[in-house]
């Protein structure tokens, strides 16, 4: 009985992680995955589903999309994570064994990062328009455009 209901629960959730799959397409499909970005430098993170979280650095002047290789439910309603670097380089990776948890969950889902894109511009729009949220950078009032004429120009 107890083999069954293990076998029922594994086929559960590999039907559930392909229909999340199947929902949120990946939103960087020709971007490089093997990015790395050093545990240090992460000062914020935005998840935007289950499978994706956008990590920001310092002054969000980088911001890298994690891919996650499982959903991770716990994630969307967390106020604290944990990166977990599994190979002690200090750094998270695309393609490698380190992963993202929600801290203080009752489950604790460590869920791992199956790829790491870092975002420009133009990622970061593609990303609010498909998730409907706001993820670039404010400009400063006192930064000017590069095209702007500067005083004595």
């Not at 069954?4 to 594994?10: E, F, G, K, P």
Request: proline share 6%; with cysteine; hydrophobic share 40%.
């Amino acid at each position: 009985m107890k083999i069954i209901l293990i076998a029922v629960w594994i086929i559960s959730a590999v039907g559930i992680a392909r229909a999340e799959a199947n929902r949120n397409p990946d939103p960087m499909p020709n971007a490089p995955k093997d990015e790395c970005v050093f545990v240090r430098n992460i000062t914020n993170w935005r998840v935007l589903d289950r499978s994706h979280v956008v990590l920001f650095t310092a002054n969000a002047r980088r911001a890298y999309l994690a891919e996650l290789g499982a959903p991770a439910s716990d994630l969307t309603h967390a106020f604290k994570v944990a990166f977990v670097d599994r190979d002690g380089d200090g750094q998270l990776c695309g393609r490698s064994l380190d992963k993202i948890q929600a801290v203080g969950s009752l489950v604790p889902q460590p869920a791992t990062i199956m790829g790491l894109t870092r975002l420009d511009e133009t990622g970061l729009q593609k990303l609010e328009t498909q998730y409907g949220v706001k993820l670039g950078r404010k400009k400063a009032a006192d930064e000017t455009p590069q095209d702007a004429p500067k005083d004595g120009d």
